[in-house]
């Protein structure tokens, strides 16, 4: 008996059969592929995504599903380091001075001192500095012109050679000021103001000038500071003397290995958003022990601890040391 026309025949039913099954293959292998993609993603780690669009990716692979936060994100270049030839260690030490800043940078035959405490703290600032047998400075930097911060400057130049001397235009006419001025007048030396962009090399660390206001102007001291990027190799540095929240949002940031805490860890400073773009695995906070000002801010460290960073503070570590060999990092705490 002949076949009814609206059956379908032997062959058809197995045609039927091979498509179901391949549709079924093909969404079988999609979401293979997006797990895949997925732990690949996790084992290539953090420096793989910071240079990598996987929010697009993933969308592709499993939709429209992934939560993206708003961060700024304009003007980032290069945000994998550069893998420079290094030749020993770099060595950077942040000194305890009581309320104050003053950081050695040692890298081989260089130096850079960014800042020198107060007034008092002058003669522990060079007296650390010859018991590591520095004679030369060869970058000297006052970050802006506040007591905590350039009062041992006139002790550090009185005391050694130096080199270039970079501080920002906004003058005061305080005795501390002065006393930094004749020091650098007596030596028949002269000050630089740098630019944003402006970089400059110690021995295998490359130094990058990426703020400071050259406004002559007291508003507001510490928005004028000097901050500076610092990498050697492999890894990164950040030195924000006391820029403020001001001077965070007025750039987008890389992330960073070491983070000097701007304004020794005031709420005015460290903003979620800036916290939120450089990611430091170390933090180092100069602040005084009891201090007056209740610093540092318990809402700062909170930030910091909430995105990963271990925090280190000079009033209870002491000196710290950061050792880099431009892939690792070394933290020593109590140095002398």
Known sequence: MGQKNNEPNLWDKVKQGKKTKYYKRRKWLSRLASLIILIVLLILGKSYWETHDFNSMLQNSIGNNVITENV??????????TQAEVDGDLRVYYLDVGQADSILVIDKDKTMLIDAGTNEAGNTVVNFLKEKGITRIDYLVGTHPHEDHIGGLDDVINNFEIGTIYMPKMQTTTKTYEDVLDAIANKSLQVTTPAVGDTFKLTN????????DTNDTEDNLNLSSIVIRMTYGGNSFLFMGDAE???EASRSWQPTDVLKVGHHGSKTSSSQTFVNQIMPAYAIIQVGKDNSYNLPNQETIDKLQAVGTKVYRTDEDGNILVISDGSNIQVETNVK
């Not at 700024?72 to 380091?81: A, K, L």
């Not at 660390?205 to 400071?212: K, P, Q, R």
Request: glycine fraction near 0%; charge should be negative.
């Open 205 to 212: 660390a490359n130094c990058t000038i990426m703020a400071v």
């Open 72 to 81: 700024i994100t304009e003007d980032i270049t290069n945000t994998v380091e």
């Open 245 to 247: 929240e001001e001077v």
